[in-house]
């Protein structure tokens, strides 16, 4: 057997300004995902698509009932395993987080120093993939710290968008064919730096 079949479902993916079609879109989801089962559907940011249906339009009623429908076992979902993210848990619709259905939740802490780390390493290598060429200058024990320290609090959002600016810095100082250095990416770190 090959690995699961993935769909991530992205509000944008769904939501429209026309009657119906936000929850043909949802249902084609769920339908896309029984018909390639084994399957892992996703959704990011079921916040927005899932809203308390407390004084709610009308257009949010509808889509969480799609949501339960297809998740309440209407409908066979045999080797589909749903899981959704968000960042207010308390904004999504109380029927939908009880047993059978995101029953789960699990809270996803900020990355400690050494995921941080890894985390860069990540962003990094892949910026340097990308590239073709090594574009940042390797990172000694001390710039590892100092950058580690500065990052105290960041997501892994927060270190992705360090890298990807320290990068777009050098571009724009016209540096083509430069290695972005520690110093530059700490300063692209520092200005992501989260007050406590």
Do not use: C
């Not at 698509?49 to 979902?77: C, I, W, Y």
């Not at 999504?92 to 996803?108: H, I, Q, S, W």
């Not at 590892?144 to 320290?149: A, H, P, Q």
């Amino acid at each position: 057997m090959g690995s699961p079949a993935a769909f991530h479902v992205r509000v944008t993916d769904v939501t429209s300004k026309w009657y119906g079609e936000a929850e043909r879109k949802l249902q084609e989801a769920f339908d896309w995902a029984r018909k390639d089962a084994p399957a892992v559907l996703f959704f990011d940011e079921i916040d927005a698509l899932a809203r308390p249906r407390d004084d709610a339009h009308e257009a949010t009623h509808r889509l969480v009932s799609t949501f339960l429908e297809n998740m309440d076992g209407l409908q066979k979902a045999d080797g589909v395993v749903v899981l959704a993210a968000t960042n207010r848990p308390e904004s999504v619709d109380a029927a939908l987080t009880r047993p059978g259905r995101f029953d789960r939740l699990v809270e996803v802490p900020l990355p400690d120093r050494d995921g941080r780390r890894q985390i860069f390493e990540v962003h990094i290598r892949r910026a340097q993939r990308r590239a073709g060429r090594p574009v940042f200058e390797v990172i000694d024990e001390a710039g590892w710290e100092r950058l580690l320290d500065a990052s105290h609090g960041h997501s892994g959002a927060d270190i992705a968008e360090a890298v990807r600016r320290a990068l777009e810095a050098k571009v724009r100082a016209g540096a083509s064919g430069g290695q972005v250095s520690q110093d530059e990416l700490l300063a692209q770190a520092m200005t992501l730096a989260r007050p406590f």
